[in-house]
Structures are given as C-alpha cells and as structure tokens.
C-alpha cells in the first residue's frame, strides 16, 4: 500500500506524466508495430503472388506455347531465337516494378534445368548468361512440389547473398501432355527490413499522439481492402479490353450447373499486327474486334477475354446449327476492315473452336481450343469438339502419319504435283507451283493438311522439302517454264535447307527460273535473319513471291524491305470478291499499290471464269485456280 501510495503521487508529478506517457507511447508503439509488421507481410505475399502469377504466365505468352513443344535436351533452338526471347523477357522483366528473373524450368530425372531465363547486368558481369537447359542444382523443393502437384507453388519469403526473394512455380502443360515450370523471382523486403520500416512508421505515429491512431488503422485497413480489389481486378478483368477473364468465367461457373457451352474464336497471326503496326494499333484492334462480337451476341450469352488473340463466348442454350450460324455470322463481322487510330484500314481473319453441352466446366475452354486448333490444321474456319479430338486421339494420328510418310519416302510416294499459273496477257502457262504430295499403298492422294503438322517437328520435314526441290528441278531443267516452291519460316531458318537449295539451282541450271514463294507475317517475324535468307536466295537466281499478301496484317512499308518480284493476292479475298463489297475494295487497294510499285500479281483461287475475268480486267497478271487447272502429276502436264 505505501509503495502504490507512492506510484500514484509520481503519476501526478511532471515527471510521472512523462513517465506515464512514455510508457503509454512504448506500447503505442509496439502494438503498432507488430500489427503494421504483420499486415506489411500479408500484404507483401498478396502483391507478390499476384505479381509472380502476372510475370510467370507473361512470360509462358513471350516464350510461346510452342517454344517446349519444338525443344528440348536433344533439340535446340538456333542462337538467334533464343537469344531474341531472352531480349523480349529482359524487356518484361523492366515493365514488371520488383520483378528479377521470369523464366522456364524442366524437371528431367529428378534433376532441374533452366530453359530459358532473362538476364540481368549482373549476371553478365558474373559470365553467368542464361543457357538452354542450364542445370540448377540448387533448386528448391518447392518446384519439384509443383513439377508434381501440377500445381502452382510459391515459396516463402527467403534471404540471400544477393537479398530477399519470393518465387512462384507455375507448370503448365504441353501438347503432348508433360508439363514444363514457368518461373518468376521478386526482390522483396526482408523480414528485417519490414520490421525496422514497421518500427519507425509506429514510432512516428504514436509520437503524432494517442487519438489519432484509432482513425488511421481503419484508413490503412481501408487502403489494404482496397488494393485487394485492385488485385482482384487485375486477376479477373482485361485491362485492355475491360472485359472478364477466363479466370472470371472459371469462378462464376463454380455456382452454376450445366451443361456448359462455348465459342473460342483466336485471331490469326495477330501477333504481326503488334510487330507491324505496334502495340498501340494492336490494343485498338482487340478492343474493336470485342465490341463487334458483344454487339452481335445473343440474350444470355457473355464475352470473356482468353489469351492474348483470344476470345470466349460462354452461352445458356447451343444447339448445333444455331451455334454455327453464331460463329459463321461473327467471323464475317471480324473479317470486314477494322480503322485503326491513324485512319489504316486492318483486315483480319479469325477461326474458331465450338464446344457443347458440356457436363464438366473445367473441360470448356481446353476443348474448345482443341476444335479450334484443328480447324487450322485443316484449313477451316471453325469445327465442332468431338471425342476424336481428345490429344490421345491426335498422338496416335500422328504417330500413323509419322510411320505412313517414313515408309513413302522410303519407298518413292512423296511427289510433286504441280498447278499452272495462267498469264492473262498472253493466255498462255508461265508458271507452275509445286505442291507436296503423298500417295499412300492404296493409291489414296494425301495433300500436306493431313500430314504436314505430324511431321513439322521431325528430321522428315527437311527431307520433304529437299524432295519436293530435288523432283522439281529434276523435271523443269530442261523447260522453259519457271516453278515456284513453297518456304516456310522453318525452311528460311534452317542453314541446311536453304544451302541444299542454292546447291540444286546451279546443279540443274534453273537460275531465273524457281520462284519462292514465303507468308509475309512468317518472314517478318525473323525479320533480319529471314531478310538476309531471302536476299541470298535472289542474289542465287531465283524471285521471290510474297503469298497471302492482304490477309489482314500486310504493311506496305515492311514489303519495300523484302524486295518482292511478286505479289500473291490472299486466296481469301478471291473467294469473297464477289459477296463482299470490302473484300473487293482490298483487292483493289493492293492492285493499286503492286501497279505504283511495278510488281506483278498472282491471284489465288480462281474458281471460274467470270473471277478470272474479272480479275484481268482489273490489271491481274497471273491466275491461278481451278478455272486454271488443276494439280496434277508432271507425267501428266504438258510443260514447255
């Protein structure tokens, strides 16, 4: 009792209120900054993981869903490739405020590889660059946890020599089934940092005064809920479209039951329009093509953003015929010219994947985009999910094709046919296009659509196509006539292929007689190394044709740099001349520009003669299609 009495006598003193409120201050502070400690580490993994989940699947889009089905340990991308998406991950990585390292990981035997990473200044000065399938030998246990889960991991904060770090491991599937990580590292504060920055935020706060903290812990709270809808707006909402994600329609669809029904409509070759034209144009363009679609759409129905050329269309009620009639009706509207922000007129085309009265919603959009990857692949605008589809289904497809072309070659059933190229001028042959085809043991006649996707990533590609030169030289030597063979950017980009080439033009003496013919968006995409491919080629003797010119990412400044000898109207455009208004006015455009120019025009296509006539009338040069002839063995053609 003496000493409380004692205590309390102090308190009232000046020097007990000090006393007093220093201690008040002393537990201000602490319980304050224990509470700020805490909320900055939940708040930091928030951000972060939202941050990593952004990088790493940035990055699986820059990289490209086909890079890891190509490569792998025993085939390596060329120097050039890897090193122009090391450069486009770099470019990432200084957009992304924090971010160190996004790159991709393999999981072989146990064992961690680095696939392909971004650089940073320091690992240059450490002579540490990113090399293909770098061993790691350090790796976590959280990406072998993630390698097996097939789930994305992300690890705890941790420190060290270089600072603290948080990481993210996200797999992501392959066509062929296996699963590769995509990874990204954020440079955080440690938890010391945290906490000194925790302390003097506290500190500060309590010495403002006792009252106002109250106030300001419900404004901090309010700001913490409020980046976390920002954050949630960012993960469920396009910010370039404004339109719902995938991850959006995933989440609705949780409370709803089916069955479930879906378009995915994909834009083709996008991905030129954002080099052509830039990111800009791009954006404009994606928002034009959502605002078609939304315009169009049935009651029910609701749009939602895929990937980067993607769109979603879920809908209530699908009925076969309808749904089609659907997607027909908006791959039109797509098609008609779109006016970019610098009054350019930008054709693009789309194809499209339809799904059903699906029972299971987690299933929607990956059957969708297979039905949409084999419209492509056969060269249609959209097709309709069916259970062969299923990717075992299409591994033993191409498995049977892999074995049927091995024993072709073997056995002399790889051939050239060829189709004519009618000069409307004189009305007389000129040209021939050379056309790969495969008899089968029955005498079946196989065009590349069924065989050409199973055999892209084997060695018998290469050998296709030094057949299809070998045959085709070995015929015309002796004519007047001149051949054009098809180059795709696989072709333009392999040595060997394009040294095998200039090699058989002086074997058979067919200088100024061979035309290649090459897809503008696919010798764009290498510009460089595509360019000075094409530039050895004509320096050999031989044209060059551009094909699809005026499929919808043409850009007549680019086309000045490959120097063409002849410009192929895109078959698509022939097609709609007659039926579409625009597509007859882009017909007209890219006559005007081939004539100011001098180069001449191969139209595609023609089916009958009115087209035919028509297209002569419009100062055409060459025709070429059914109305023509047909493609036919050599034996069979009159070649002069």
Request: charged share 25%.
């Amino acid at each position: 009792m003496p000493a409380f009495k004692r205590i309390a006598r102090f308190i009232v003193t000046e020097q007990g209120l000090f006393a007093t409120l220093f201690l008040l201050y002393l537990a201000a502070t602490t319980a304050l900054t224990l509470y700020s400690f805490r909320a900055s580490r939940t708040e930091q993994l928030a951000q972060t993981r939202s941050t990593l989940l952004t990088a790493a699947r940035a990055g699986g889009h820059i990289i490209g869903l086909y890079f890891h089905d190509i490569y792998d340990r025993s085939h390596s991308p060329g120097e050039v490739h890897y090193r122009l998406i090391v450069d486009s991950l770099d470019r990432l990585v200084e957009d992304l405020p924090g971010v160190e390292y996004v790159y991709s990981m393999d999981v072989v035997d146990g064992k961690a590889f680095f696939i392909v990473s971004n650089e940073t200044r320091d690992d240059l000065n450490r002579g540490t660059p990113s090399l293909f399938y770098n061993p790691y030998r350090s790796a976590p246990d959280e990406l072998f946890e993630a390698k097996q889960s097939n789930e994305p991991i992300f690890t705890p904060v941790y420190t060290n020599e270089w600072g603290s770090f948080r990481s993210a491991f996200v797999p992501t599937k392959r066509s062929d089934g296996s699963s590769y990580i995509m990874a990204a590292d954020v440079k955080v504060d440690g938890p010391d940092t945290l906490f000194i920055n925790s302390l003097q935020v506290s500190a500060l706060t309590a010495l403002i005064g006792l009252v106002p903290i109250y106030p300001l812990l419900r404004l901090y709270r309010h700001l913490q809920r409020r980046r976390e809808e920002e954050l949630e707006n960012e993960l469920y909402y396009d910010p370039i479209t404004g339109m719902p994600r995938i991850a959006r329609m995933e989440q609705e669809l949780t409370a709803q039951s089916g069955p479930y029904s879906g378009i995915l409509i994909n834009l083709d070759e996008f991905h030129a329009i954002n080099t052509l034209f830039g990111y800009q144009t791009g954006d404009h363009l994606l928002r034009q093509v959502a605002d078609t679609i939304s315009r169009q759409l049935p009651s029910g129905a609701k749009l939602y953003r895929s990937m980067v050329d993607e769109y979603f269309i879920l809908l209530k009620a699908a009925r076969p015929m309808t749904t089609k009639h659907l997607t027909q009706q908006l791959l039109d509207s797509i098609f008609e010219p779109i006016e970019a922000e610098d009054n350019r007129q930008i054709t693009v085309t789309a194809r499209a994947g339809l799904v059903l009265n699906l029972d299971d919603a987690s299933d929607l959009v990956a059957y969708a985009r297979e039905a949409m990857d084999q419209a492509r692949k056969h060269g249609q605008d959209m097709l309709l999910y069916s259970d062969d589809m299923r990717p075992e289904a299409r591994y033993e497809e191409n498995l049977h094709w892999l074995n049927m072309v091995s024993d072709a070659f073997r056995q002399g059933r790889v051939v050239p046919w060829f189709q004519p190229i009618l000069d409307t001028r004189t009305g007389k042959i000129t040209h021939y296009e050379a056309l790969a085809r495969l008899i089968d043991t029955s005498g079946q006649i196989h065009t590349p659509y069924r065989f050409l996707p199973a055999i892209r990533k084997s060695h018998l590609y290469r050998q296709l196509t030094g057949a299809i030169i070998e045959q085709s030289f070995r015929l015309f030597a002796d004519k007047h006539c001149s051949v054009s063979i098809n180059l795709t950017r696989f072709d333009l980009l392999d040595h060997d292929t394009i040294d095998n080439l200039i090699r058989k033009v002086e074997e058979y003496g067919m200088q100024g007689r061979v035309t290649l013919e090459v897809i503008e968006s696919e010798s764009i995409d290498y510009q460089d190394e595509a360019l000075a491919v094409l530039k050895r080629c004509k320096l050999a003797g031989m044209r060059i044709a551009i094909d699809d010119f005026g499929s919808g990412y043409s850009n007549f400044d680019q086309m000045l740099k490959i120097d063409a000898d002849y410009l192929k109207i895109d078959g698509e455009l022939i097609k709609r001349m007659h039926n579409s208004r625009k597509a007859r006015a882009l017909i007209e455009a890219v006559i005007r520009f081939a004539d100011s120019l001098g180069i001449p025009l191969i139209a595609e296509f023609v089916e009958d003669t009115k087209t035919q006539e028509d297209l002569a009338a419009m100062g055409v040069t060459y025709v070429q299609g059914y109305a023509i002839g047909k493609p036919a063995p050599g034996d069979q053609l009159t070649i002069d």
